[in-house]
């Protein structure tokens, strides 16, 4: 089975979401398979809570409407696990009681029920990263680049619909950052998936190439 | 299903079983056969106070005797004070719990025997008399192994043990010309030595007892103390007491605004070289104390040449006690000549007979009298007169009296 | 939300339902209601008997007293070198010295503390008789002094390791650094700064443990007995003799002054609640008055001072007691024992290992059951929902045992229960529970739960998520919850005494109960025993993630 088979997209229906009676924001958006939709906008703005709500583990005290959907399935109000949804943070967010294989194994898909097959596609997901014989590290021993390789691997092994980037490269270094990016967005468009990026660098959204989005009242400060 | 079945069958039956023990004849420690057979696999929850390591042990060693030999299991509850049980045995009469109760025997006299014997928290009718080792009580020469604290005992107590005032000093600090030989001397003493002598504070057993020795030796007529209180006199009776205490308060140690809390605790402030003379209910604790480790070996007994207090401790069962074949059986053998023996060496316990030896057989006869009890312990015959323990509403009312009118030390 | 009503509501009628039945059990005799030994009729007789009590009033203002004194003492410690310290190396430095004392068991801490003290103890023999001239100890009132001076600096040094812990455990969620750069740009001394901006939030955070304690030190009946005053006894202590009592009308007067006891809690409840009024309008007026007080070392030094040497009291006085259990012959003034014998150890042991046993086995199964309950309810995030359960939670702590446990000691034999092990597992778990989730909840509330919203991306359920990635990655903090829980659990007496009808003997009883023959040894030797069975545990809790994770470099800081 191919990760993330082709949709029409993923559709953001008149989304807006409010604290305390007031309105962060409101937005409309579709994004095709394999393209990127860059959130940005200055802190406070609401860029996380738009994650959350898409994510679908948005705190109670935010007030949220409009719909989710993907590949004509609705999304709204569908539990987080139900989702298929695959996150990335600026952290990459290894579980340190499991090894890099166990990560790994974690993320894979239950559809796949024979060990010796899951194993096996573990390893291979490490390969396609150049981690070949990471499988029983312990993950607190990898260098940057590689815990954001092993963390993006263990998304992309869950069979999600779409991404959602939380500011991934901000903890990196410039060249891994440079490397990361590409990586992330390549294995995207060749999955088929649509990503939404929050960030806000605006060399990620130019390296992501698709629209931007600007919240919040100001656009600089 | 049929497993279904037969479990559900047992486990309807199973009260019924139960019920059918309940209701079982009632124990009667005549038809001893029956006892003994009665008591086999029986546990015998035997509450006793637990403060020192060598009772513990003695009655350790019992309970494996008994095991051994009756297949009677004995379990010490080990109490910090024995009213304790009596609160236990009262606390399930109060719920209703007439049987299969919680305690089997008490290490038991004085004061909690008359309020268990009062409420009824006793079995009875009398059944320590009809233990077989009875026939070998020292009844004659020890009154009190059938009248405890002046209380008839009824046979609803089997006794276990004597007890006798004694006192120890070391004579590495104190000249035996000096030591006291009653009440009165004790004063002058603590006058030429201020801050040197105490006593427990009541109602620590220990204590209460140094204020009945003191009671007894001043009180005007002494045998009203054998009979229950009367009012209209007690003020003047207990008067000579107080007024004793008075003076001798503040020749105290810490002045008598703080007292020793029980015996252990004045052994070792006798070695600490806090006291000059402390008190026992046991002759032998100045030999085992030198043995333990804990008295230097320089420590010596002795008795007021007119008398000290002598009682006798006993064992009671509860009337709601869920082995009292079991309890009878350990009763018994606490009595028997091996078992009395062994609680009078003093390496073990060092506790007096309450068996009379010359009723004994020859070869028990011998042994008794081949006990090394120590260089600190006083023979049998160096013990002196002993005195009556005066009726238990004595105790109680200057138990009370102590507290009102010493119980804020300023 | 039906789940959660699950949990919560069952944990609700645990805890309270005990404590309220209790207090009945214990109310009903105290008007005159026990049919057992003739108390049919509704009567105020034994108040009467109660106030009739020579020195009641002394023993009561005692108790009282000596509760406020010590909580204030041991908060005002806590506070000041919180305020002081907070973020130091110094800070890391006393609390690894002081968090190893919440394992101590009362009756150890206040014996070791007595053989310290003394005329006759350590402290006199290192002086003596060079200094002071003394061959034999001095005729001094100590500990048992008329004011219960003794007692309080035994209370101080017991729960101001317990109100520092628990300080500690509220201090990530108040923005303590940024505060300080704040009120020292500000240039406000460390001190000052900290009391303005940061104690009101913290205060907050810790002030139901602050009144758990302020209940126990006025209610605590093993380290008055040992350290307190004889003339009167506080009340605790003069309640338990009666209780105990072989006069069994006795019960009647007891259960009065139970009540007496519970008022007395609450008189020194509602004095508190007064005296925080009083300290927040004195802090209002010290952030209104705009002094700075740059420079508060002396105090910060006297804060320290004051928590390493209560520290250094109890180790100390567990060093005595070492040395008490393997003396021979140790007269006054000798320093050291004029010569060493295992014998109290070898007499002891053969009887020790089944009070050991059933120690660790009671433990082991309430601390679980504890476990296993905090877990439940923190997942369901009970605690952030209501503060109605929190208070529950922390009932059986603010209720003095006294008042209750005795009811329920009546309650029980009434209900048919017969003392089983399962029965007394239950009582322990009710005492045991908030500790656990006290010791839990800190860790828990500071995961990261990006970890959890990883994993449900990744399309795992919420059941999946607690049992694959929250407790795992909360091993350490699970195992140091259950450690203390174990502690708490080996160190209950009363309860254990009352409800397991003297059948069930665990090392702490079995001290007690051997504590009352007065043998320094034997003391030394329970009391040590006493306080090595809960350090099993935590030395489990320290030991099994090194095991665990062996290869995990993440999960073993």
Redesign the interface.
């Known amino acids: 089975m191919k990760p993330g088979s082709k949709t029409d997209g993923l559709h953001l229906d008149a989304i807006s979401i409010g604290l305390h009676g007031r309105t962060l924001l409101c937005l409309s958006a579709v994004v095709r398979p394999g393209d990127v939709l860059t959130v940005m906008g200055p802190s406070g703005s609401g860029k996380s809570a738009l994650l959350a709500y898409l ?3 948005l705190d109670p005290v935010f007030t949220a409407n409009g719909r989710l959907s993907i590949d004509g399935s609705d999304l709204t109000g569908i ?9 990335l ?1 600026q ?1 990459p ?1 290894l ?5 890099v294989g166990g990560n790994l194994l ?2 894979l ?2 559809s796949i029920a024979r060990h010796s097959q899951r194993r096996r596609m573990v390893e291979q997901a490490l390969v396609d990263v150049e981690l070949q014989g990471f499988f029983d590290r ?4 990898l260098s940057g680049g590689q815990k954001a390789r092993v963390a993006l691997q ?2 992309m092994l ?1 069979a ?1 619909r779409f991404l ?1 980037l939380d500011e991934p490269f901000s903890k990196l270094d410039s060249d891994l950052r440079q490397q990361t990016r590409t990586l992330i967005f390549s294995t995207a468009k060749a999955a088929g998936l649509p990503v939404i990026l929050v960030t806000h660098d605006i060399a990620d959204a130019e390296a992501a190439g698709g629209r931007v989005v600007v919240i919040g009242e100001e656009t600089g400060r | 299903m049929v497993t279904r079945r037969i479990f559900i069958t047992m486990a309807l039956l199973f009260p019924l079983v139960l019920s059918n023990i309940g209701v079982a004849r009632a124990t009667d420690a005549a038809n001893w056969d029956q006892v003994l057979a009665d008591a086999r696999d029986e546990t015998v ?1 035997f ?1 006793a ?5 060598n009772i ?2 003695y009655i ?1 060693w019992a309970g494996d005797e008994v095991k051994s030999r009756y297949g009677v299991t004995v ?1 010490q ?12 045995v ?8 007439d049987s299969h109760g ?1 305690v089997d025997l008490i290490w038991i006299n004085g ?2 025997f008359a ?2 014997k009062r ?1 009824g928290l006793l079995f009875s009718p009398d059944w320590a008399t009809k233990l077989p080792n009875w026939s070998l009580v020292d009844i004659d020469n020890q009154p009190t192994t059938t009248r405890d604290f002046t209380i008839p005992t009824e046979g609803l107590e089997s006794p276990w043990g004597a007890a006798k005032l004694v006192f120890f000093y070391d004579e590495a600090r104190t000249a035996e010309k000096d030591l006291p030989d009653s009440a009165k001397d004790l004063l002058s003493f603590a006058r030429a030595h201020p ?1 040197r002598f105490s006593y427990p ?1 009541p ?1 620590d057993f220990i204590g209460s007892s140094f204020l009945k020795q003191v009671l007894t030796e001043l009180i005007a007529d002494p045998e009203k103390l054998q009979k229950p209180i009367d009012d209209a006199t007690f003020e003047a009776d207990v008067a000579p007491l107080f007024a004793y205490l008075d003076q001798l308060h503040p020749l105290l ?3 008598g ?9 004045m ?3 006798l ?4 006291l000059d003379i402390i008190f026992a209910f046991n002759p032998a604790e100045a030999s085992a104390g030198i043995a ?5 070996d320089t420590v010596r007994s002795f008795v007021f040449s007119k008398g000290t207090l002598g009682n006798t401790h006993f064992v009671g069962i509860p009337y709601n006690a869920n082995a009292k074949a079991g309890a009878l059986v350990l009763a018994n053998f606490l009595l028997s000549p091996e078992a009395q023996m062994r609680k009078q060496d003093p390496k073990i316990w060092g506790d007096p007979t309450v068996l009379a030896v010359k009723k004994l057989p020859e070869k028990d006869r011998t042994a008794f009298a081949a006990l090394d009890l120590g260089a600190a312990t006083l023979l049998p015959e160096q013990l002196g007169p002993a005195l009556a323990e005066p009726h238990p509403d004595w105790m ?1 009312r200057i138990e009370a009296e102590w ?2 009118r ?5 | 939300m039906t789940r959660r009503f699950v949990v919560s509501g069952f944990v609700l009628a645990l805890v309270s339902l005990p404590v309220l039945a209790g207090l009945a059990g214990t109310i009903g005799p105290a008007f005159g209601y ?4 003739g108390g049919n009729s509704f009567t105020f007789e034994h108040f009467a008997t109660l106030a009739a009590q ?2 009641l009033m ?1 023993s009561s203002m005692v108790s009282l007293t000596a509760g406020i004194v010590a909580t204030s003492v041991s908060l005002i410690m806590v506070m000041l070198f919180t305020a002081g310290y907070a973020g130091t190396r110094m800070f890391s430095r006393i609390q690894h010295m002081v968090s190893p004392l919440l394992a101590v068991p009362h009756a150890a801490a206040a014996f070791g503390l007595a053989f310290l003290v003394a ?2 103890g350590l402290a006199m023999r290192l002086v003596s008789p060079g200094l002071t001239g003394y ?3 001095p ?3 100590v500990p ?1 002094d ?1 004011l219960g001076l003794t007692m309080i600096i035994g209370l101080v040094a017991k729960e101001m390791p317990f109100l520092f812990l628990v300080t500690l455990a509220a201090l990530p969620q108040v923005p303590l650094a940024q505060t300080r750069h704040m009120t020292a740009n500000l240039g406000y001394g460390r001190i000052r700064g900290f009391l303005i901006a940061s104690w009101p939030l913290l205060y907050r955070q810790i002030r139901l443990p602050v009144f758990a304690v302020l209940a126990y030190a006025s209610s605590v009946v093993d380290m008055a007995m040992i350290l307190g ?4 006894a506080p009340l605790p202590v003069r309640l338990t ?1 009666w ?6 009308r006795m ?1 009647f007067l007891a259960s009065a002054g139970a009540l007496l006891q519970l008022v007395l809690t609450m008189a020194a409840m509602a004095f508190w609640l007064i005296a925080e009024r009083a300290g927040a309008f004195v802090l209002k007026r010290m952030s209104g008055s705009g002094i700075r007080q740059p420079d508060d070392r002396t105090i910060r030094r006297i804060a320290c001072a004051a928590m390493a040497v209560s520290a250094a009291f109890v180790f100390l006085g567990l060093l005595v007691l070492f040395m008490w259990s393997v ?6 003034p000798s320093l050291l024992p004029h ?1 060493i ?1 295992l ?1 109290p150890w070898m ?2 042991f ?2 020790a290992v089944a009070p050991v046993v059933t120690t660790i086995t009671l433990a082991g199964a309430s601390a679980t059951a504890a476990l296993l309950l905090a877990i439940g309810l923190l997942w369901q995030d009970d605690l952030r929902a209501g503060d109605a359960l929190r208070f529950v939670l922390y009932l059986p702590l603010i209720v003095p045992q006294l008042c209750f446990v005795f009811g329920l ?2 309650l029980g ?2 209900l ?1 229960l017969e ?1 089983s092990f399962l029965l007394l597992i239950f009582v322990h778990l009710i005492f045991v529970l908030p500790y656990v989730v006290l010791s839990l909840s800190q860790p828990w509330q500071a995961f ?1 739960r ?2 959890e ?10 059941l999946q ?1 607690l049992l ?2 929250r407790l ?2 909360l ?1 350490r903090a699970c195992l140091t919850a259950f450690a203390v829980g174990f502690a708490v659990s080996a160190g209950l007496y009363l309860p254990t ?1 009352l409800i397991g ?3 069930m ?1 665990t090392i702490t009883t ?1 001290a ?11 003391i030394g030797v329970y009391t040590l025993l006493q306080t090595l069975v809960p350090f099993i545990g935590f030395l489990i809790a320290s030991l099994v993630p090194h095991l665990l ?1 062996r ?5 073993r800081i």
Request: net charge positive.
């Open positions: 994510g679908g583990f539990p987080a696990e139900n989702r298929r949804c695959g996150l943070f952290d967010l579980f340190p009681h499991l090894s974690f993320g898909t239950p312990d993950p607190a021993t263990r998304v869950s999600p959602l | 929850y509450n106070w637990g403060g020192s390591e513990n042990a350790r379990v509850v080990k109490l910090d004070d024995t009213a304790k049980a009596v609160t236990t009262l606390a399930e009469k109060s719920a209703g719990r919680s004061e909690n309020a268990m409420q801050g504070q109602p140690w810490r002045k605004k703080a007292f020793p809390q029980n015996y252990p605790d052994k070792q402030r070695a600490d070289g806090e333990a480790g804990e008295l230097p109680t507290i009102k010493y119980g804020a030390a300023n | 026990l049919p057992a030994i020579p020195h002394r005329p006759s061959t034999s100890p005729d001094w009132l048992q008329p005053p004889a003339l009167p003799q209780m105990a009592d072989s006069d069994l019960r003396a021979g012959l140790w007269p006054f010569y014998t014998q007499r002891a053969p009887q000691q009546i034999l009434a048919g003392a990261d990006r970890y919203t990883v994993a449900a991306g990744l399309g795992k359920s919420p998520i694959r990635v795992p990655m091993t005494l009808a003297g059948r003997v079995e007690v109960a051997l504590s009352a023959g007065g043998d320094r040894r034997t994770f290869d995990r470099r993440a999960m």
